[in-house]
């Protein structure tokens, strides 16, 4: 007589006790069966679940918006310090200020474990070092005008703790971004932002709704702090840094809709301005160059400095 072999225990009792990015979905348990249509209609669903629980978490990024923008217009930095995915994530956000808001380089620095080579190849152990995480922290020399920001999808990474731990005993004010409640990064920062995904589609494939969750967190962080700064006229980027010919084409566009003039106008007080704010001031106000980085420099909103 033949004996079967008992069952897999269900994941609900498999699990217990494991963060939540790393429990099995009991929704997806028999992906590997289906259609390829059907694989990507049930990532879909699971994907379609992020926004509500990013939304969820809006009370906290606002706290954090406002005290990023409070550091940054006090001479501040934001430092981003991630392993893996998370890493991966907050230096792509970084690297967009530069061109998109005009700003400093260094105003919003990355930092992932294991260097710069593990944005493109992941760099084993590097994410359980708590001392590198030390020492970046201190290397970026974190203070009380920064505000450092720990991300990692379990909020587990030693690599992270020891970052937010450094920058903590600097002076720094420090946020924390998991995917999980009652997590050692929430212990160990000022502010927590917890969207809750849920288990990935693939066990503990937390570059998947976790990753989308800390990537519209980032897009939320950077943008509201850049708006709250002034960087913005109505929705329209004023800052931003014509350094190819779609940014060029683009920086005259918002020129044009801004100043409700002709393409030929706008092009033509661009290359006399330098840049995109300037030229608006000068054909909303009809003044020259001079005149109206003078006007700037009494009036750090653009609204403001068009008298609206």
């Known amino acids: 007589m033949t004996t079967s072999k008992p069952r ?40 379609a679940t992020v926004p509500a629980a990013v939304r969820a978490t809006i009370p906290q990024i606002a706290r954090a918006v406002d005290a990023l923008a409070e550091r940054l217009a006090r001479g501040g930095r934001l430092l981003l310090f991630g392993a893996g995915t ?27 474990a294991g260097g710069p080579s593990a944005l493109t190849r992941a760099v084993e152990g590097a994410e359980d070092d ?10 970026a020399g974190a203070g009380p005008d920064d505000l450092a920001l720990g991300v990692s999808a379990s909020g587990g990474a030693p690599y992270v703790l020891g970052t937010v731990m450094a920058a903590r005993e600097r002076g720094a004010l420090t946020v924390g971004l998991a995917c999980r409640d009652g997590s050692p ?20 494939s937390s570059r998947l709704k976790a990753g ?23 929705n329209l980027m004023i800052d931003v840094q014509p350094t190819n010919a779609k940014l060029r084409d683009r920086a005259r566009r918002i ?4 100043a409700g003039v002709n393409p030929e106008e706008a092009a033509a007080a661009l290359a006399e301005a ?30 403001l400095a068009l008298g609206e």
Do not use: C, H
Not at 215 to 234: D, E, F, P, Q
């Open 212 to 234: 989308t969750a800390q990537k519209l967190v980032l897009n939320m962080l950077s943008t509201a702090t850049m708006i709250r700064l002034g960087k913005v006229y109505r």
């Open 86 to 112: 998370s890493g991966r994530l907050a230096a792509l956000d970084a690297a967009e200020w530069p061109p998109t808001f005009g700003t400093p380089p260094d105003l919003a620095r990355a930092f992932i």
């Open 255 to 258: 020129v044009q809709e801004a």
């Open 130 to 139: 708590a001392d590198l995480g030390r020492r970046d922290a201190e290397g």
């Open 8 to 47: 897999p225990a269900p994941p609900d009792d498999r699990d217990r006790g494991l963060p939540l990015t790393e429990r099995a979905n009991p929704r997806t348990g028999g992906i590997d069966q289906l259609p390829t249509a059907d694989i990507l209609r049930l990532m879909n669903d699971e994907d």
């Open 274 to 303: 330098g840049n995109v704010r300037t030229a608006i001031v000068m054909l909303w106000l009809g003044l020259d160059r001079a005149a109206a980085e003078q006007r700037q420099r009494e009036y750090r909103e653009l609204r």
């Open 185 to 204: 990064l929430e212990a160990a920062v000022a502010i927590m932002i917890a969207p809750l995904v849920g288990p990935e589609v693939i066990a503990g």
